[in-house]
């Protein structure tokens, strides 16, 4: 049973990848109606407690809270985004040692966080992580 609902999946996929189209044509015709939707994940992150993502004053904000704790952070301005969002679905879930999950979901590349820098971090998020 289970095999066969393998199977099905996977054919079911097979057929969506073949489906889709990389060309750029512009002579392509309209899409009809019965094509699917684009998918809104907002209620199933609010659900995961990540807050939608931050733009104009609120992005500046929650930036400008992030290069306090050490510029470094927000180098890449998305990352950094991306990564606070991340943190507030542990910080609104109830997980533990959230000051050494924000070390490591910060760190990356020529950066390291230290627990003391992910306290401050998620000191510095916990108005943005209530907007979820």
């Not at 609902?5 to 996929?13: D, G």
């Amino acid at each position: 049973m289970k095999r066969t609902a393998a199977v099905v999946l996977l054919a079911a996929l097979a057929t969506l990848t073949a489906c889709s189209s990389d060309s750029d044509d512009s002579t392509d015709a309209a899409p009809s109606k019965s094509a699917s939707p684009s998918v809104d994940y907002s209620a199933a992150e609010k659900k995961a407690g990540i807050p939608p993502e931050p733009t104009g004053a609120d992005r500046d904000a929650l930036l400008a809270a992030l290069r306090d704790v050490d510029p470094a952070l927000v180098t890449d301005e998305a990352d950094a985004i991306d990564n606070a969002r991340n943190q507030c679905a542990a910080i609104n879930g109830g997980a533990q040692k959230l000051d050494y999950l924000a070390s490591q979901r910060f760190s990356g590349g020529d950066v390291e966080v230290t627990e003391e820098q992910g306290k401050h971090i998620n000191t510095a998020i916990g108005d943005f992580c209530k907007t979820a």
